[in-house]
């Protein structure tokens, strides 16, 4: 089982960009779909974007296609989400997390182990 750790968050004015890092333990990082969510304060967690284990496929919500990317290093055991032309409406925290039958789906119950979470806040 991997743990995971984001860092990348911060304060950041619109249009701007931010890259978030996912930093897993473990020897099996590779066999894991990772995927980013987001939970803004009131509102439900949200599936971001997710990425398969050797990289080569991703989905996203369309909200944030053309805008963010994710990616990874398994070399490194860290997965990115790369966002750029950020808009206020993207503030909220963002938890990456690891699904190891990598279904790749956008259900949060499909992914086993989460992050703690990093701030993103994007101001207008």
């Known amino acids: 089982q991997v743990q995971l750790v984001e860092s990348g968050g911060g304060l950041v004015q619109a249009g701007g960009s931010l890259r978030l890092s996912c930093l897993a333990s473990?020897?099996?990082?590779?066999?894991?779909?990772m995927g980013w969510f987001r939970q803004a304060p009131g509102q439900e967690r949200e599936f971001v974007a997710v990425?398969?284990?050797?990289?080569?496929?991703?989905r996203y919500v369309d909200s944030v296609k053309g805008r963010f990317t994710i990616s990874r290093d398994n070399a490194k055991n860290t997965v990115y989400l790369q966002m750029n032309s950020l808009k206020a409406e993207d503030t909220a925290v963002y938890y990456c997390?690891?699904?190891?039958?990598?279904?790749?789906?956008?259900?949060?119950?499909?992914?086993?182990?989460w992050g703690q979470g990093t701030q993103v806040t994007v101001s207008s």
């Open positions: 473990g020897r099996t990082f590779s066999t894991y779909a």
């Open positions: 990425i398969n284990g050797s990289g080569g496929r991703t």
């Open positions: 997390a690891a699904d190891r039958s990598q279904l790749m789906t956008g259900f949060s119950r499909n992914y086993g182990t």
